[in-house]
């Protein structure tokens, strides 16, 4: 007879210990979890505020500039000395010539010019709209940036005085004098540039104006403008040169993310007969208000 085998009962103890140290754990790490998902949330409201952009100006393309101001009104700024025009002389002159830009979107631009007796005139008109990168800088603080900066180099009066009658002289080092390329913060001003160049030897010198002022203060320097834009200024410089004098007067102003440069001269071969800053100036304000009523339509 074979011995018997005893056989022992399984006792599950081990198993059981088991089982509650797993609980345990998994007890730890559902915690655990919880709290995670916590600072994920947080975290994750984080990235959100910081990746909400800030707010787009308030134009996304660009009028044609050729067609913005009005054809009486370009009419005014280039007067001809009682010259009667054909019609089809008339339409070159008074349709403008437009900037070619990259993007006109961006950018645009015009320019007039009409040659007289007594002298010649341009209009140079240069709009651009500001777009920036920087998600956390808005379109219209990134354009007042620019519009600052172009304040600056005029040397503008902070605020807004000036000593009566006495425009900035141009100089011979200015970008104008050398026709330097233009971006977002510089006009292309191709009308004045053309003109400008080939004038050698020039020396410059600035002169009060006679006459009314342009300005409430009774001045006609340059100067900050009021109720024109978001912000503007006026710019106003004389120069001589060997073919004559000249008078440039430049109007810049911001309305939301678009920076407006209007510059208006005028050429005289009569040295003694200087062109008068009241009428440039007074018309040249009166396009930028047409302007930025345009603009804001």
């Not at 559902?30 to 947080?42: F, I, K, L, Q, R």
């Not at 940036?145 to 100089?171: F, N, Q």
């Not at 300005?215 to 900050?224: I, L, M, Q, Y």
């Amino acid at each position: 007879m074979r011995p018997k085998t005893l056989r022992k009962s399984f006792v599950p103890g081990a198993a059981v210990v088991a089982a509650a140290a797993l609980a345990v754990g998994l007890t730890g790490c559902t915690a655990g979890s919880g709290n995670d998902d916590g600072s994920a949330d947080a975290k994750g409201g984080d990235a959100t505020a910081s990746s909400q952009s800030a707010e787009p100006g308030r134009y996304q393309t660009l009028p044609e500039a050729c067609r913005l101001p009005a054809r009486s009104t370009v009419r005014s700024l280039l007067p001809g000395d009682d010259q009667q025009l054909s019609q089809e002389d008339a339409d070159k002159i008074y349709a403008g010539q437009p900037d070619v830009t990259y993007d006109t979107d961006r950018r645009v631009g015009c320019h007039w010019k009409r040659e007289t007796t007594e002298g010649t005139r341009h209009l140079a008109l240069d709009i651009v709209r500001v777009v920036s990168y920087d998600s956390s800088v808005s379109d219209d603080d990134r354009a007042q940036e620019i519009y600052s900066g172009k304040e600056r180099a005029a040397e503008i009066p902070s605020d807004g005085s000036a000593t009566p009658g006495s425009p900035t002289p141009s100089t011979k080092g200015s970008p104008e004098a050398k026709g330097a390329t233009p971006d977002e913060s510089t006009p292309k001003n191709k009308a004045t540039s053309k003109a400008k160049s080939g004038k050698k030897g020039a020396s410059d010198t600035a002169s009060p104006s006679t006459g009314a002022s342009a300005s409430p203060d009774g001045s006609t320097a340059p100067r900050v403008l009021g109720g024109l834009g978001d912000a503007a200024f006026l710019n106003d410089k004389l120069a001589t040169a060997d073919s004559g004098v000249h008078r440039d007067v430049t109007v810049v102003f911001r309305t939301s993310n678009v920076i407006v440069t209007i510059t208006y001269d005028q050429w005289s071969t009569d040295k003694t007969n200087l062109p008068q800053s009241q009428e440039l100036q007074d018309k040249a304000r009166s396009l930028a208000d047409e302007l930025a009523e345009s603009l804001s339509e």
